[in-house]
């Protein structure tokens, strides 16, 4: 596995791993992550990576990309919240991370993580995220890199007739690396 940054060629490959999520959502799958009501379009995803890359690119934001044997299976964003890094949240990230099904549980996770974060540094002060509550594997990995919970929303997320809550975690990246980081 390779993990490197974000390359304009990764956009069918990510968005290829991100329409899968639908299904697995079709299927029943409990997927941690916050999806839209209906697949969004190919003109919505061509817009949204375009801006996204532009971010990366103009450094407000930073993805980690993993690739196996040539095809990218995953992602980490931290994205700046403040439109700029001079604006009073510019110095706050928030964390998002996609791992495509079949490469779950492998360490994929822990090397986008560990690569964005090293990305991360000296462009943000603090980053942020949320988690499902259910989503136990997810809140292990994020404690292992330093972060620590700092809120709990009940009914975050509404999938159809089911309800989840979240977990609100933090990290400040002023302190030292924590020495499990070597994983």
């Given at each position: 596995m390779l993990v490197r940054d974000l390359r304009w060629s990764d956009f069918d490959e990510l968005r290829e791993v991100y329409y899968r999520l639908y299904d697995e959502r079709e299927q029943g799958v409990p997927?941690?992550?916050?999806?839209?009501?209906?697949?969004?379009?190919?003109?919505?995803?061509?817009?949204?990576?375009?801006?996204?890359?532009?971010?990366?690119?103009?450094?407000?934001?930073?993805?980690?990309?993993?690739?196996?044997?040539?095809?990218?299976?995953?992602?980490?964003?931290?994205?700046?919240?403040?439109?700029?890094?001079?604006?009073?949240?510019?110095?706050?990230?928030?964390?998002?991370?996609?791992?495509?099904?079949?490469?779950?549980?492998?360490?994929?996770?822990?090397?986008?993580?560990r690569h964005a974060l090293d990305r991360a540094r000296g462009k943000f002060e603090v980053i942020r995220l949320a988690v499902f509550s259910v989503n136990d594997r997810a809140e292990r990995l994020y404690r292992r890199f330093g972060f620590v919970r700092c809120g709990h929303i009940p009914r975050a997320i509404r999938r159809g007739g089911q309800y989840f809550d979240e977990e609100e975690m933090v990290l400040l990246l002023d302190g030292p690396a924590p020495a499990d980081w070597k994983v």
């Open positions: 997927i941690g992550i916050t999806l839209f009501r209906e697949r969004p379009s190919l003109p919505d995803e061509v817009d949204w990576f375009t801006r996204t890359f532009q971010r990366v690119l103009s450094g407000d934001a930073v993805m980690s990309v993993a690739e196996v044997d040539g095809r990218a299976v995953g992602n980490c964003m931290i994205d700046r919240v403040g439109a700029l890094a001079t604006s009073e949240q510019g110095h706050i990230g928030v964390l998002g991370v996609l791992v495509d099904k079949p490469y779950r549980g492998q360490g994929v996770g822990s090397a986008l993580l």
